[in-house]
């Protein structure tokens, strides 16, 4: 089946500096995308979300940056700070579905000081 | 505003044994999601319910697992019996309009469930 990945696991980043986190998803179909993060004892937090017809979108300190082309998201956050530490998920709405969402696997974020 | 409630935030119980959890979504929103993650895994949807209806249980293992959404609002979800395997936190989230919209889903804090 498809689903949505991450390419990696692990990314440990200074204060300060800017982070990416990439997320490869293979359905063609879906038509949403967004980034979760999840902190240790809690539940996914919404981040920020795009939608197919877009290429970026930005928030508060984040980005995300979509390319159907390849099928890549990403997500940019920008002077990182200590708090960010968490785990980040990328999910598609199968829009076929209703509002569905399959998750990625993950990528935990950690700051150093 | 009260964010999703999920009870109880631990449980430990022995293989083959019942056990339930209950989720309490936030005020109004008529879309209720149940979501297993297993450790170092991004959620896997359940069950999702719009009001009282199941619209989606294709991936609840019905030979053990049951859920309920009486009156709309709270729901519980069941396992019985309990295997080894089922061992993972389960996520309750809720949405105002589901299936009209791809609007937000808020994730309650998860039940975290150990099965020895």
């Known amino acids: 089946g498809e689903s949505v990945g991450l390419h990696l696991p692990t990314l440990s980043v200074q204060e300060g500096d800017n982070s990416i986190i990439n997320c490869a998803y293979s359905?063609?179909?879906?038509?949403?995308f967004i980034w979760y993060k999840q902190e240790s004892g809690k539940g996914p937090q919404f981040i920020i979300d795009?939608?197919?017809?877009?290429d970026k979108r930005q928030g508060q300190r984040v980005t995300v940056l979509l390319n159907k082309t390849v099928k890549h998201l990403s997500l940019q956050i920008a002077a990182t700070q200590p708090g960010d530490s968490a785990v980040y998920f990328c999910?598609?709405?199968?829009?076929?579905?209703?509002?569905?969402?399959?998750f990625g696997a993950g990528t935990i974020l950690r700051v150093k000081s | 505003e009260a964010g999703v409630v999920q009870s109880p935030r631990y449980k430990i119980i022995e293989k083959k044994q019942p056990v339930a959890f209950w989720c309490n979504p936030i005020s109004g929103h008529n879309t209720l999601y149940w979501y297993r993650q297993n450790l170092g895994q991004g959620p896997e949807l359940l069950i999702r319910y719009e009001n009282e209806e199941a619209v989606d249980d294709s991936q609840l293992p019905k030979d053990r697992f049951s859920a309920e959404r009486l009156k709309g609002v709270d729901s519980t979800l069941k396992i019985q019996p309990a295997e080894l395997g089922d061992s993972a936190v389960y996520l309750c989230?809720?949405?105002?309009?589901?299936?009209?919209?791809?609007?937000?889903?808020?994730f309650g804090p998860g039940t975290r469930l150990t099965v020895t």
């Open positions: 989230a809720s949405s105002e309009y589901g299936t009209s919209g791809r609007d937000e889903q808020y």
């Open positions: 359905n063609s179909a879906s038509d949403y």
């Open positions: 999910a598609e709405n199968w829009g076929e579905y209703g509002n569905k969402l399959v």
């Open positions: 795009i939608r197919s017809n877009m």
